[in-house]
T-cell receptor
Framework: QQQVKQSPQSLIVQKGGISIINCAYE??????FPWYQQFPGKGPALLIA?????SEKKEGRFTISFNKSAKQFSLHIMDSQPGDSATYFC????????????FGQGTELSVKP | ETGVTQSPTHLIKTRGQQVTLRCSSQ?????VSWYQQALGQGPQFIFQ???????GRGNFPPRFSGLQFPNYSSELNVNALELDDSALYLC??????????????FGPGTRLTVL
């Protein structure tokens, strides 16, 4: 059972453009929604995270938008740069499961110069 | 502050063999989680260790087992290797298990190939 669905699978954006990646979840018990960035040969690294009591969180060029009623959240990368080219994963976890992360399938982002 | 380290970096085994992967947690962290990441997929939770005890397990068979040591480092053991076990195995450490908000810090992973 895929509890977190992520789209698109791949994304090509021009330098300076906006990258948007979407995720949908099923389990309303999830209470933490992080986004991870993974470069080839590296482990995932936390980029930004949100809790369901807020609808938006911004850190620099990265913004998470959260829609609790629709059970959806998205990552927006403003002014995308070639250095942002990586695979992005959304994830979710439940308050009573000690941080066990359920990951989406990943989005491979390529930012063209 | 030392980050999460994993060894070995790469490993090639044949079907039916056994393998042990190792992880050193980040300084100050007492919880280690293991994930399997198949090519082109998101990581899947295998299990978590907290204070040397298993604290939650994903949908993996018993031939996947683990240990956590008093210094909070951890091992992942896989018996009777199958071709589908070929994947990147990630270790993540965090502080405690009392909240879903405890950030997990991932190591670079061990790439296991089963022939």
């Amino acid at each position: 059972q895929q509890q977190v669905k992520q789209s698109p699978q791949s994304l090509i954006v021009q330098k300076g453009g906006i990258s948007i990646i979407n995720c949908a979840y099923e389990n309303t018990a999830f209470d933490y929604f992080p986004w991870y960035q993974q470069f080839p040969g590296k482990g995932p690294a936390l980029l930004i995270a949100i809790r369901p009591d807020v609808s938006e969180k911004k850190e620099g060029r990265f913004t998470i938008s959260f829609n609790k009623s629709a059970k959806q959240f998205s990552l927006h990368i403003m002014d995308s740069q070639p250095g942002d080219s990586a695979t992005y994963f959304c994830a979710a976890s439940r308050y009573n499961q000690g941080g066990k992360l359920i990951f989406g399938q990943g989005t491979e982002l390529s930012v063209k110069p | 502050e030392t980050g999460v380290t994993q060894s070995p970096t790469h490993l090639i085994k044949t079907r039916g063999q056994q393998v042990t992967l190792r992880c050193s947690s980040q300084s100050g962290h007492n919880t280690v989680s293991w994930y399997q990441q198949a090519l082109g997929q998101g990581p899947q939770f295998i299990f978590q260790y907290y204070r040397e005890e298993e604290n939650g397990r994903g949908n993996f068979p018993p031939r996947f087992s683990g240990l956590q040591f008093p210094n909070y480092s951890s091992e992942l053991n896989v018996n009777a290797l199958e071709l589908d076990d070929s994947a990147l195995y990630l270790c993540a450490s965090s502080r405690g298990v009392d909240s879903s908000y405890n950030e997990q810090f991932f190591g670079p992973g061990t790439r296991l190939t089963v022939l």
